[in-house]
C-alpha cells in the first residue's frame, strides 16, 4: 500500500489578458535571473565594472537558447522530420525540447562574443559563471515537473512522483475524467528532483572548492562540467523518456561520460591563478592637483566599488595589484613577481618570440628579469652579457 508520494502539478499554462504563461518559461526565466545575480557578484569581486554581466547576457542566453534546441532536434529528428514529423514544430519551443549540452556550447559562444566586445578574458567569465549556472540549471527543472516529463522508472520509494496523463487536445492541462485529473498508474523516480538537489550541490561544491583553491584559467568552470555530467549519466540511465540510444544506451549518457574526460583532462593539464581585472586606463600615478588646491582629486575611500562608467577595456593584473589599485585608486607599479603571476593568469599577450613563451611562473619570472638586464642569479647583465654573447656568436 503507498502511503506517500511526491504531487505533480494538474496545470502548468495560464492564461493572463488572453496570452499563455507557461510554467517552463517561467522556470527557466528565474534560473538565468539567479544565475545572472551570482555571476554579477562573483564578477565584480574579480574587478569587473557594474552589470557588465548584463552585456553578456544580452548574447549568451539567445545563443543558448538557440544551441538548446539546435541539439534537441540533432538528437531527436524523429518528432520533426522525415515521415511522420512536423517540421514547423521545431520552432515550438514552449512545448519543451531544450538540451543542457546545446545550452552551454551556445551560451558559451555567445559568452565569448560578449567578452570580446567587454575586453574581458572568457576564461574569468566561465569561472564567475560556474557558480550560478547549476542553481539556473536546477530551478529550470521544476519546469519539467510542472509539465509532468521526464521522470524516471517506476518506483515503490516514498518519495516515488505521480504523473498525470497529460490531454494532448488541450496543451498544458491534465486529462480529466468526471471531474478528476487521470494519473498514471504508478509512482516513478522524481529525476527532476534528483538532478535539481545534485545542481544545487554541484553549484555548492564549485563555490567552496573555488572559494579555497582561486581555481584560473577556466578550472572551476571544467570543476562544474565535471560535477555535474558525473551525476547526469546515472540520473539520465533512470529515465524512460523517448531517447536515441547508441549501443543501447541512451545518447546523453555517451554526451555526459565524453565531456566528463573532457574537462578532467582541461584541469588537470591546465593551471594558473584567478585573473584580477582593471580598466585599461587604471592611474599609474597621482593626478597634478588643481592649481590653488592642495587636496588630491583621488577617492582613496577604500570602499572597493567600481567606477559607475564601464571601461574600454580591461587589462590583468597580479591578485596585490588588484587590492591595492581598489584600496588607493592607483594601479602600483609591476614586479618581475606580478609580471609572472598575470602571465600564468592568462594576461600580457606574448608575442611568439618572447623568451617566456608558454613558460611557467618561474620561467617567465627569469624571462622578465634577464629582459630587465639581471641575471638569474641576481646580478647586472649589462655590457658583459653582451660581449660575452658577441664571443659566442663568433664561434
Excluded at 573555488?210 to 577556466?218: A, S, T
Aim: proline fraction near 7%.
Amino acid at each position: 500500500m503507498i502511503t506517500a508520494a511526491i504531487p505533480s502539478p494538474t496545470t502548468s499554462v495560464w492564461h493572463v489578458l488572453g496570452l499563455p504563461v507557461r510554467a517552463y518559461a517561467l522556470c527557466i526565466v528565474l534560473g538565468i535571473v539567479a544565475a545572472l545575480y551570482i555571476l554579477e557578484y562573483r564578477m565584480r569581486s574579480r574587478g569587473v565594472a557594474r552589470w557588465a554581466s548584463l552585456d553578456i547576457a544580452v548574447w549568451a542566453v539567445p545563443f543558448g537558447i538557440v544551441g538548446a534546441r539546435i541539439y534537441h532536434l540533432i538528437t531527436s529528428p524523429q518528432d520533426y522530420f522525415g515521415a511522420g514529423g512536423d517540421p514547423i514544430r521545431a520552432f515550438y519551443i514552449w512545448e519543451g525540447g531544450l538540451g543542457i549540452w546545446g545550452a552551454v556550447i551556445g551560451g558559451a559562444l555567445g559568452a565569448y562574443i560578449g567578452c570580446r566586445q567587454l575586453g574581458l578574458p572568457f576564461a574569468l567569465v566561465a569561472d564567475s559563471l560556474a557558480v550560478g549556472l547549476p542553481v539556473a540549471q536546477g530551478i529550470g527543472r521544476l519546469g519539467n515537473w510542472f509539465n509532468n516529463e521526464l521522470y524516471g522508472k517506476v518506483t515503490t520509494l516514498p518519495w516515488g512522483l505521480e504523473v498525470h496523463d497529460m490531454d494532448r487536445s488541450n496543451p498544458g492541462h491534465a486529462t480529466v475524467i468526471d471531474g478528476q485529473a487521470v494519473t498514471l498508474p504508478d509512482l516513478y523516480h522524481p529525476t527532476f528532483l534528483y538532478e535539481l538537489i545534485w545542481d544545487l550541490g554541484v553549484a555548492l561544491l564549485v563555490w567552496l572548492a573555488d572559494r579555497k583553491f582561486k581555481f584560473g584559467r577556466g578550472r572551476a568552470f571544467a570543476l562544474y562540467v565535471m560535477a555535474y555530467t558525473a551525476g547526469r549519466a546515472w540520473i539520465e540511465m533512470l529515465r524512460v523518456d523517448e531517447a536515441n540510444h547508441f549501443f543501447g544506451v541512451r545518447l546523453n549518457v555517451f554526451t555526459a561520460i565524453v565531456l566528463f574526460l573532457l574537462a578532467l583532462i582541461y584541469f588537470l593539464v591546465v593551471r594558473g591563478p584567478r585573473a584580477y581585472v582593471v580598466p585599461d586606463d587604471a592611474p599609474e600615478t597621482l593626478p597634478e592637483p588643481a592649481a590653488g588646491s592642495d587636496v588630491s582629486q583621488v577617492d582613496v575611500t577604500g570602499d572597493g566599488e567600481q567606477p559607475a562608467r564601464a571601461p574600454k577595456g580591461y587589462q590583468v593584473v597580479s591578485h596585490h595589484r588588484f587590492e591595492e589599485y581598489r584600496k588607493t585608486g592607483i594601479l602600483p607599479p609591476e614586479t618581475p613577481q606580478d609580471m609572472a603571476e598575470e602571465i600564468a593568469a592568462g594576461g600580457h599577450p606574448l608575442e611568439p618570440a618572447d623568451p617566456a613563451g608558454p613558460a611557467g611562473v618561474g620561467e617567465a619570472v627569469l624571462a622578465t628579469g634577464a629582459a630587465a638586464g639581471t641575471g638569474p642569479d641576481g646580478s647586472s647583465g649589462g655590457d658583459v652579457d653582451v660581449e660575452t654573447q658577441r664571443k659566442n656568436d663568433e664561434r
